[in-house]
């Protein structure tokens, strides 16, 4: 009998030991349009953020009246994708995720940050109120030349010092946690830049609040 108690014990503290947990403080809503191919779709994302810690990120979008569909990603740890239902998110404090869409995830080009670099740009007024402006591009001309490379663009919401730059793509995020001089704030606005000066792809801020939401991964399973 005391071997079945202990048996139950280990078990619930491997359950506990790997699960895993993300803490949210900020929602944060952008209208986002892309321009490919000269067909424009617009829509409509939702950042879940830590203010204070922007190693991860969820980006929530609509599946259908029904549904929400999460695509987590924590740089150098995992990268989830899964669905909710929509009434749950909205009311939730908590939401529960099994690993069968728990995927490792690693900087496959952590070595790039040597050939790009963040440039603060000179700042803008914008209704009124300044707003810190800055890219993130390849320092390597002829690299661009050759390659065709675009421009990441930001404009930095006024006010919003208090949240740690949202750098979803990994590079950058990596070439900030190395060289940190950046601004802090919630973008306005980003946009891509083809080559050609083309937007691609444009995400303008329509607000942001505080939330309190905490993603669990619950089951005990091996990482993909």
Same mark, same amino acid.
């Given at each position: 009998?005391?071997?079945? #108690? ?13 699960? /895993? ?10 209208? %986002? ?6 067909? $424009?779709?617009?829509?409509? /994302?939702? #950042? ?6 922007? =190693? #991860?990120? =969820? ?10 569909? $999460? ?6 740890? $995992?990268?989830? %994708? ?51 402006? #800055? ?5 390597? /001309? ?15 919401? =006024? ?66």
């Amino acid at each position: 009998m005391k071997a079945f #108690y202990f048996l139950i014990l280990l078990l619930i503290s491997q359950n506990i030991f790997t699960q /895993e947990k993300y803490i949210f403080d900020c929602l944060i809503e952008y209208e %986002k349009t892309e321009n490919i191919t000269d067909s $424009i779709v617009t829509s409509t /994302e939702y #950042y879940l953020t830590n203010s204070k810690n922007n =190693a #991860y990120t =969820a980006i929530v979008t609509i599946k259908d009246k029904d549904s929400f569909n $999460i695509n987590l990603k924590h740089q150098n740890g $995992i990268h989830l %994708k899964a669905t909710v239902d929509r009434s749950q998110f909205n009311i939730a404090e908590s939401i529960n995720i099994i690993c069968s869409k728990y995927y490792k995830y690693e900087n496959p080009f952590r070595n790039k940050i040597k050939i790009y670099d963040f440039h603060n740009l000179e700042d803008t007024l914008i209704n009124g109120k300044l707003s810190k402006r #800055y890219l993130f591009k390849s320092n390597k /001309e002829r690299r661009i030349k050759r390659l065709k490379l675009g421009t990441l663009n930001y404009n930095i919401q =006024a006010n919003t010092e208090f949240h740690l730059p949202i750098l979803r793509f990994s590079t950058a995020y990596e070439e900030w946690k190395d060289n940190a001089y950046i601004p802090n704030g919630i973008f306005k606005t980003r946009s891509f830049t083809n080559y050609s000066g083309k937007v691609e792809t444009l995400e303008k801020l329509v607000q942001y609040k505080k939330n309190d939401l905490t993603i669990y991964i619950t089951e005990d399973c091996d990482k993909i």
